[in-house]
C-alpha cells in the first residue's frame, strides 16, 4: 500500500478534484489517500508511518514537495523514504527537473508493483539545501522573490507566469514601474563559504540544486550535477544588462559581466540591510537574513 498525502489548497486539487476520486477508484484499498489542510495535519500523517516506510506519494506544488521532505527528514533522519510526486500545483517545477511529465497513475501503478514484488525502486538522488532551516530546493532573494510578489499579486496560473516572463525585458528596457519593482537592487552582505563578496547591491540572488528554477529558466544550470554543493547567483548587474541576457538563462548559459558571481557553493550567509522577501521553493516569507547550507539527499520515485 502506498501513502498519498494530498495538500487539500493546492491549486490542481482545487480545480480539478475528480482526479483524486480516480485515483481511488483504479487503485481502491492499495492507495491509501490523505487530505491534508495544513503543516499540523502533514506533520500527524508522517507521524504515523511505519518506521521501515519504502515510499510515500505526495500530491502539491514545490512549497507542499519541500515541506514533506523537512517534515520527513525530521521524522525519519537519514532514512527518510523514498517520494513519488503527483504534481499539484500550478508551476511544479521540482517535478518537471526530477521526474519530467510522466504520468501519475502510471507511476503510482509501477510503484505498487515493485513494492509488492520487494523489488528496487527506480530513484533518482536529488541535494536539498537548507534554507534558514527549512529544506529545498531553489531558494532567493531580489528578482526571484519579487517576481513571484507579482505574480501572485495577479491571481493567474502557469500562463500568465510565462506572460511576465515574456514582459519583464520590455518593461526593462523601456524602464516602466515593473522593471523598477522587480530588478530594484536589495541591499545585502554576502558570505560564500567564509569569502565575502565584494558588492553589496544585488538584483538577482538564486540558489538551487536543480537547474530550471521555473519557466525554463536555467539561471543556476549546475544545479544538481554534484551532491556535495549547490549552485549559487548572485547578480549586481543593472535591469538592462540582466534582461538583455534572459535567453542565456533559457539557454543555460551563464550570465556574464562585472559584479555577476556565478559559483558552486557549501554554505551562504546572506545579511539584509533590512527585512526582505525571500523564496523557498515557491513559498514567500521574510526575515533580515537568510543562511544556506546543503541539506540531506532527498530520493524521488522515477
Same mark, same amino acid.
Given at each position: 500500500m502506498i501513502e498519498l498525502l494530498v495538500n487539500q489548497r493546492a491549486r490542481r486539487v482545487q480545480r480539478q478534484p475528480a482526479f483524486l476520486d480516480q485515483l481511488a477508484d483504479r487503485f481502491g484499498a492499495r492507495l491509501r489517500i490523505q487530505r491534508t489542510a495544513g503543516l499540523s495535519d502533514a506533520r500527524r500523517a508522517i507521524d504515523r508511518l511505519p518506521d521501515d516506510c519504502r515510499l510515500i506519494a505526495v500530491c502539491g506544488g514545490d512549497g507542499t514537495i519541500s515541506q /514533506? #521532505? /523537512? !517534515?520527513? $527528514?525530521? %521524522?525519519? $533522519? $537519514? %532514512? !527518510?523514504? /523514498? #517520494?513519488l510526486v503527483v504534481p499539484g500545483g500550478t508551476m511544479n517545477t521540482i517535478a518537471k527537473n526530477v521526474v519530467g511529465r510522466p504520468s501519475s497513475e502510471e507511476q503510482i501503478r509501477r510503484a505498487l508493483e515493485l513494492l509488492a514484488a520487494d523489488r528496487p525502486l527506480g530513484i533518482r538522488d536529488v541535494p536539498t539545501i537548507r534554507a534558514n532551516g527549512r529544506l529545498c530546493f531553489m531558494t532567493g532573494a531580489a528578482l526571484a522573490a519579487r517576481f513571484l510578489e507579482v505574480y501572485y499579486e495577479r491571481k493567474a496560473g502557469w500562463s500568465a507566469a510565462a506572460a511576465l516572463a515574456v514582459e519583464l525585458p520590455l518593461a526593462a528596457a523601456f524602464q516602466l514601474p515593473l522593471a523598477r519593482r522587480i530588478f530594484e537592487p536589495t541591499r545585502a552582505r554576502i558570505t560564500v563559504d567564509e569569502r565575502q563578496i565584494a558588492c553589496e547591491r544585488f538584483a538577482l540572488i538564486i540558489a538551487a540544486t536543480i537547474p530550471d528554477v521555473g519557466l525554463g529558466m536555467k539561471v543556476t544550470y549546475r544545479g544538481g550535477r554534484r551532491s556535495d554543493c549547490f549552485h549559487f547567483v548572485g547578480s549586481g548587474l543593472a535591469a538592462r544588462q540582466l534582461a538583455s541576457q534572459m535567453l542565456r538563462g533559457f539557454r543555460g548559459k551563464p550570465i556574464a559581466g562585472d559584479h555577476h558571481f556565478d559559483m558552486l557553493a557549501r554554505g551562504v550567509r546572506i545579511q539584509f540591510e533590512e527585512q526582505e522577501a525571500y523564496m523557498v521553493d515557491g513559498d514567500l516569507l521574510r526575515s533580515d537574513r537568510l543562511d544556506l547550507a546543503l541539506g540531506p539527499v532527498a530520493r524521488f520515485f522515477v
Open positions: /514533506t #521532505i /523537512t !517534515m520527513l $527528514a525530521d %521524522r525519519f $533522519a $537519514a %532514512r !527518510m523514504p /523514498t #517520494i
